[in-house]
């Protein structure tokens, strides 16, 4: 932890009453100072002013005077920011970085950034945390904490309060009933904090619907409750690829702030395309629309790119869908609950559109309702919602849009590369419907193997076919060969 000291109020009246004891006077006890200690006046002044002094100086003085240092000496500014990421190269978001500020200015208490993974969540926080430490005033304290990292919110809350209260104080975080969540609010009202906890998604359990805590973990979300209710000025800033289920009951109130982040714009990623060496060449306008202007998707393709064909190289965007996936988007994909992806496979068989008015009328679709009644669909479209990857377009009608890193994995490396490995198409869980290998030949009419890239080829083209409807898409993906 770092911290910044000054004296308290009382600690100032304390070292002018033990210079008078003395018989010094003020002048006298700061050449006194200068002499023994090699203090300068200046120092002194700022004490005398309440401001921030180097710990050590202050020792020395109440050394000098015989006092107890700990009853003069208060904390100014701390950071525990240990954990907190290197942010080397950063561009845009002037204008969510401005909003973010004013809220936060403006006493917001929770502040929620959300969006999909890569795109600048993490990065927009640091910028938060550093703005706001160098203006200083208000907060006195700065926490970072990736929750990740965290076995339950007690030893959260333990980790934060440890150096500012006393032992018995922390013991009753521990023998709470809330997680410490009254602890650390009492402490909060009393010390304006700006708290960053990073990477909320993962107290989210995997294979159900968005914002589902996981077993132990469910005091996390009665925090967000209480901390936008109580009246103080802190502030708890998260960042999520998953909204939490308490915004929605937050959302009338008026100390909650969320911000779905959303791609760079075109200018800025061209600039943080041009900050990695030896990518001139690998830059097409091609490649940055593909990329969608996430940061975290640009760096994967241009590692991958100069890894697998040398710096400086062009690649066309067939060979950039083929290979272009990382541990990001799977991840993505495997979090998702059984209807989650059943809608995924669904709007990929669409193109990645579908107007909400034909949703459920879609002949293929009636199939799925033997497992999911429009409730179940409803609540699974809501949470791709909130996870950002279904995105609503609103005109004359309503349409969903499937995120399209997630089409695209689907179709690549879903349903592409198990083609081309066991020689049908997948398992996937549309109709759950699936051609036996002996049933399919291994070879095409030519005897020669196809390419992933020539069936994921094949595929885009059944699915963008506007003629055909989803089950006659199927159909006719079942009975590709390789």
């Known amino acids: 932890m770092s911290t910044i000291w000054a004296a308290s109020e009382e600690g100032i009246q304390l070292v002018k009453t033990a210079i008078k004891s003395k018989g010094l006077s003020q002048t006298d006890f700061c050449k006194k100072l200068q002499t023994e200690a090699g203090i300068s006046k200046s120092t002194y ?6 401001e921030n002094i180097r710990l050590e100086n202050l020792e020395v003085i109440c050394d000098l005077l015989k006092l107890d240092v700990e009853k003069v000496k208060k904390i100014l500014v701390s950071s525990s920011l240990e954990s907190i990421p290197d942010i080397p190269v950063f561009y845009g978001r002037d204008k969510e970085l401005a909003e973010l500020k004013s809220q936060i200015t403006n006493n917001q208490r929770v502040v929620i950034i959300s969006g999909i993974p890569g795109v600048g969540k993490t990065s927009i926080s640091v910028k938060i945390v550093n703005h706001f430490m160098e203006e200083q005033g208000k907060f ?13 919110l007690k030893d959260l809350i333990y980790s934060i309060l440890e150096p500012f209260v006393t032992e018995k104080e922390l013991n009753e975080v521990h023998s709470s009933n809330d997680g410490g969540i009254f602890q650390l609010t009492k402490f909060l009202m009393k010390e304006p904090c700006l708290i960053i906890l990073n990477s909320w998604n993962d107290l989210f359990k995997e294979r159900e619907l968005a914002g589902c805590y996981k077993e132990g973990f469910e005091d996390y979300g009665e925090l967000l409750k209480r901390i936008a209710k109580i009246n103080h ?11 939490p289920r308490e915004l929605t009951e937050l959302q009338n109130n008026s100390q909650i702030y969320s911000m779905k982040l ?6 800025n990623y ?5 900050s ?5 060449e690998i830059i097409t306008g091609e490649v940055i629309d593909f990329c969608k202007g996430n940061p975290l998707a640009m760096r994967i393709f241009v590692n991958k790119c100069q890894s697998l064909l040398g710096d400086g190289k062009k690649i066309n965007i067939n060979q950039l869908k083929t290979f272009f996936y990382d541990d990001w988007v799977e991840l993505q994909y495997k979090r998702l609950s059984d209807i989650e992806q059943n809608i995924v496979d669904f709007f990929t068989l669409k193109n990645g559109v579908s107007k909400r008015a034909c949703l459920f009328q879609e002949d293929n679709f009636n199939l799925l309702k033997t497992t999911y009644t429009d409730g179940d669909l409803d609540r699974g479209i809501y949470s791709l919602i909130k996870r950002d990857l279904i995105h609503i377009i609103e005109g004359d009608e309503i349409y969903y849009e499937l995120n399209y890193y997630i089409l695209n994995y689907v179709v690549v490396v879903l349903w592409t590369e198990e083609i081309k490995k066991i020689g049908t198409v997948p398992n996937t869980r549309i109709f759950d419907l699936q051609i036996p290998i002996e049933d399919v030949s291994i070879l095409g009419d030519n005897q020669s193997p196809k390419t992933i890239d020539g069936i994921r080829r094949e595929i885009e083209n059944i699915i963008k076919d506007d003629k055909l409807t989803v089950s006659k898409k199927w159909d006719k993906i079942k009975q590709l060969q390789i």
């Open 276 to 280: 990695i060496p030896n990518n001139s």
């Open 233 to 243: 000025n802190s502030c708890i800033v998260i960042t999520t690829s998953e909204e």
């Open 262 to 267: 959303e791609g760079l714009d075109l200018n």
């Open 140 to 152: 006195k304290h700065f926490f970072w904490r990736d929750v990740k990292n965290s076995r339950d």
């Open 270 to 274: 061209q600039n943080l395309f041009n």
């Open 45 to 50: 002044d700022r004490l005398c002013r309440g």
